[in-house]
């Protein structure tokens, strides 16, 4: 139950794990459903909370990214001509996978 993203050439697996959860929700200072019932009403959640799922979700399969490395990755994923609004279906199939919502919202 990973997800995966490529960035500069490389896969990365992801994983929301229970721990990584209450490790976002505690660094974001909200609950990541409230994230979901944003982006259901069409609103673009911040960057950073965005950012911290991902980092969260890449410490199952990948070791040592530590937050700057993190960045590094994200900056070569938006010079690749991505966007942050490319992240919003990789999110939801995070807390989907996570048990956080339910598969298929």
Do not use: C, W
Not at 5 to 24: A, S
Not at 31 to 57: C, R, T, W, Y
Not at 62 to 82: P, R, V
């Amino acid at each position: 139950m990973f997800t995966t993203i490529i960035i500069k050439g490389e896969e990365y697996k992801l994983r929301l794990r229970t721990v990584d959860v209450i490790q976002v929700e505690r660094r974001i200072g909200h609950n990541l459903m409230d994230m979901f019932m944003g982006i259901q009403e069409e609103k673009l959640p911040k960057l950073g909370d965005l950012l911290a799922v991902i980092h969260a979700s890449m410490a199952a399969y990948n070791h040592g990214i530590t937050e700057a490395k993190f960045y590094e990755l994200y900056d070569a994923y938006i010079e690749e001509g991505h966007s942050m609004f490319d992240l919003v279906p990789l999110v939801l199939e995070l807390l989907q996978n996570g048990g956080v919502i339910p598969k298929g919202e």
